[in-house]
């Protein structure tokens, strides 16, 4: 039988019900994905489920060895379809609706996706209540940064986590995240389902704060790996 597979994030705490933890996305050492165990193990009675998956017959795929064509050990550059005109270059600018062929990293896991920012959606400060930050969060407009995954690889990418996806306000500084732990309808971030084989796809929500009604997220970076390791920090924005 399989076991529900929880998300793991160094900021979150677990519990029963739904929680969230207030965030700076771009910080390395705050909101980094931990990887996922070689062979998930059965649950507790007390955790919860961020809408992932796990199955004991499961476990990490090997890393793709790295090649003279292939330095990054990313695996095979996807054939065509969304992406297809090469990877996307550390602080490339996309329009909403734009694709990126990106290298993925989740743990041993290595291949290649099509990103698509789709939509950012302002949300109703009340969206946050059930979240229970009270004062952490008053005043804050909560902003929906919608994107798709595709799988453009050959790599099964079964169970893992497409994240590092924060809000830009207009000025470019980096808007306030929402790490959440449980299923919030309003910006469901689960994890790729099993069976996420090449041509798959599905979809993915990041949370961002604007600090008042007057100021407006208007942009989405996309910080994951490899883009959150260079010494410029530079990441894909959609705009």
């Known amino acids: 039988m399989s076991t529900i597979g929880m998300r793991k994030t160094a900021l979150g705490a677990i519990g029963l019900a739904v929680t969230a933890t207030l965030t700076l996305s771009g910080c390395k050492n705050g909101n980094e994905e931990v990887a996922p165990p ?19 017959s499961q476990s990490a795929q090997p890393s793709t060895p790295a090649s003279p064509s292939d330095p990054a050990g990313y695996g095979d550059a996807p054939a065509g379809g969304a992406g297809a005109g090469g990877t996307a270059k550390p602080g490339q600018t996309f329009k909403i609706g734009e694709t990126a062929n990106v290298p993925f990293s989740y743990g041993s896991t290595k ?27 008053k005043g804050k407009v909560p902003y929906y940064i919608r994107y798709t995954v595709k799988n453009t690889g050959s790599t ?20 306030q995240g929402v790490s959440i732990i449980g299923k919030f309808e309003k910006c469901p971030n689960e994890s790729l ?47």
């Open 111 to 137: 291949g290649t996706i099509a990103l698509t920012v789709t939509a950012i959606e302002q949300g109703n400060p009340a969206d946050l209540d059930s979240l229970k930050l009270g004062d952490q969060v």
């Open 38 to 56: 070689a062979a998930p193990s059965a649950p507790s009675s007390s955790s919860a489920s961020s809408g992932g998956y796990a199955d004991p």
């Open 193 to 239: 389902p099993k069976g996420f084989t090449n041509g798959k796809t599905a979809t993915a929500c990041a949370i961002a704060l604007a600090p008042s009604a007057q100021t407006k997220v208007g942009s989405a970076e996309y910080w994951g790996d490899p883009y959150n390791n260079l010494s410029n920090g530079k990441g894909l924005t959609w705009k």
């Open 156 to 175: 099964d990418l079964a169970y893992s986590t497409v994240g590092h996806m924060k809000g830009l306000l207009g000025d470019g500084t980096e808007a």
